[in-house]
């Protein structure tokens, strides 16, 4: 019995020394202000997330070091969005380049814009 306890007590203590693995992307104070910008959608809260997403793409520290899934579509359809279209429909064109498996979405919201 008491060996064990000792070697769970072993086996824990080796289990709390692993690395902490680094998460595949980065998401900076998103979620925050994502949730501002949909409870209020005024012009503060717009401006709050068109930086958080310039912060997601250029300070990017995930393992992969690239911009996380749908973030450039979600900010080139917020910059359509607020009269940038051009803009926007960059960002969107980079979404699919990144992520080819986005393009039947991003094609859609681009005939949504255009329209």
Request: with cysteine; glycine share 6%; charged share 25%.
């Amino acid at each position: 019995m008491k060996n064990a306890i000792l070697v769970i007590g072993a086996a824990l203590l080796m289990g709390s020394c692993a690395p902490t693995v680094k998460p595949l992307y980065t998401w900076g104070n998103y979620e925050d202000v994502s949730y501002s910008y949909l409870k209020k959608n005024d012009e503060q809260t717009t401006k709050l997330l068109i930086e958080a997403y310039k912060q997601i793409i250029e300070k990017q520290q995930g393992t992969r070091k690239v911009v996380p899934p749908g973030v450039y579509a979600d900010y080139g359809f917020l910059l359509a969005s607020t009269g940038k279209v051009k803009e926007g429909k960059d960002l969107m064109q980079k979404e699919m380049d990144l992520y080819p498996e986005s393009k039947v979405f991003v094609e859609r919201i681009l005939k949504l814009i255009d329209k």
